[in-house]
């Protein structure tokens, strides 16, 4: 029986799930990101100014989305040498529409004059103190996951972070791999800490963003979500649920599984990577390659083997100028 990956029904829709606005320090008004983004063929935009939480639905109509959220930040130290700091970023996207706060929120925290404007009463009842230490950054992650946040950890490379800043971190549904705005500030991302929540059994999404503040940062990398109808609820849900794949070009056309076969149809590429968590990977390369299908049965009996805790695999596509594309990953029980 054949088992549909990205869901067969739907449709996909183009999103960037993470924008600034001249809300906080981007140039381009809410009004202006709409309508370059929608010429550009997206259909989502997700608002996420930073530390303000401010929702943008009079933009939604029958072929655009603006998706409530916001960017947050926890500095080693608030208030001076910022370039010297390592910093946590993380995007909190919202399931209701209409939010206009999010508990883990702190005044005091707040860096733009202007973005104080934007406070809503809802927001000034809430204070956080956010320090730059373990439990205080899982704890900013386990009450946004209450408020049916997802909660995305935004630009690692940017953010000077490494593997122990990271690796302890609980409960975030995205990781960015690729973030246009810190590419051509020339701090390049990669799909390392995503790969490696994974590996401690986390299940963490591939998030491919803009991160743009102007319209030069705009158009790199996107999520494809595939959703019934372009609606709050549906695309939200569909996020929630990974049913999307992330990319700076190479589109995904359908994925399933049958009979231990996974199979991907795809725009031209060079090459189709599986990948598991384990040593194991299989892979084709050739020129204009528009599927490709891996046989899992024997990864299959070789985790089982190998008694691994948290088996999944994913894939990878990669096109003639190196642009690339990535897959969830799809836990083995989900592929029985
Ligand atoms: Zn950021
Ligand atoms: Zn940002």
């Known amino acids: 029986m054949r088992k549909y990956l990205l869901p067969k029904e739907g449709e996909f829709y183009k999103a960037n799930l993470h924008m600034h606005t001249t809300i906080s320090d981007g140039v381009l008004t809410p009004q202006e990101v709409k309508r370059l983004y929608v010429n550009e063929g997206y259909s989502i935009v997700a608002f996420s100014d930073h530390e303000v939480m401010v929702p943008h639905n009079y933009l939604t ?149 803009d991160d743009a503040h102007y319209q030069a940062t705009c158009f790199g990398g996107f999520v494809m979500v595939k959703a019934k109808k372009l609606k709050y609820d549906d695309v939200f849900n569909a996020l929630k649920e990974g049913d999307f794949y992330s990319s700076t070009k190479p589109l995904i056309e359908e994925l399933f599984i049958e009979d231990g076969v996974i199979t991907i149809k795809c725009s031209p590429v060079t090459r189709i990577m599986l990948t598991t968590e384990r040593r194991y990977t299989q892979d084709v390369i050739g020129s204009n390659i528009t599927e490709a299908s891996f046989d899992l049965s024997n990864y299959i009996r070789r985790s089982t083997k190998n008694e691994c805790k948290n088996p999944y695999v994913r894939l990878t596509l990669i096109d003639e100028d190196g642009n690339e594309a990535y897959t969830r990953a799809y836990h083995l029980y989900e592929l029985r």
């Open 61 to 209: 109509d029958d072929n655009f989305l603006a998706m409530t959220a916001t960017e947050i930040s926890i500095n080693q130290y608030w208030g001076f040498d910022f370039e010297f700091q390592k910093t946590y970023h993380f995007n909190l996207l919202s399931g209701d529409p209409d939010k206009d706060y999010y508990r883990a929120f702190n005044k005091k925290n707040m860096w733009l004059g202007h973005s104080f404007d934007y406070i809503s009463d809802n927001q000034e009842k809430h204070s956080f103190v956010k320090e730059y230490q373990i439990d205080n950054i899982n704890e900013v992650i386990k009450i946004s996951n209450e408020e049916n946040l997802l909660v995305t950890y935004n630009h690692p490379v940017w953010s000077l972070q490494d593997y122990s800043d990271y690796i302890d971190l609980k409960g975030l549904w995205g990781v960015e791999w690729f973030n246009n705005g810190c590419v051509q500030g020339g701090f390049i991302d990669s799909i390392k800490p995503m790969e490696d929540l994974l590996r401690v059994g986390e299940n963490v999404f591939p998030i491919a963003c």
